[in-house]
Nanobody, 115 residues
């Protein structure tokens, strides 16, 4: 069974940085695409960033220029570097790892940005 585990969330002041990690384990099949999503209280879950197996990336307009998604293909691990954080970035961040026949979600990690 594939396990997806996020880490790196926490409390940070506005303008600060955090680096989230997403580790997918338990599969002999290489990860295809990987995406980061977030959900704030009272808001719909939204796509933050996505990276393909070939390394192409897409970002939500609200985070473009501040966040950077990356991956290590040898480890089925992804990252989200978050800089210049704003209070509106506060949310639970989820990793979604896509494999051949299914995709898998992590448990989420809380990011709180204070002003």
């Amino acid at each position: 069974q594939v396990q997806v585990v996020e880490s790196g969330g926490g409390l940070v002041q506005a303008g600060g940085s955090l680096r989230l990690s997403c580790a997918a384990s338990g599969s002999i099949i290489s990860m295809n695409a990987m995406g980061w999503y977030r959900q704030a209280p009272g808001k719909q879950r939204e796509l933050v960033a996505r990276i393909s197996s070939g390394g192409s990336t897409n970002y939500a307009d609200s985070v473009k220029g501040r966040f950077t998604i990356s991956r290590d293909n040898t480890k089925n691990t992804g990252y989200l570097q978050m800089n210049s954080l704003k209070p509106e970035d506060t949310a639970v961040y989820y990793c979604n790892a896509v494999f051949y026949l299914a995709d898998y979600w992590g448990q989420g990690t809380q990011v709180t940005v204070s002003s």
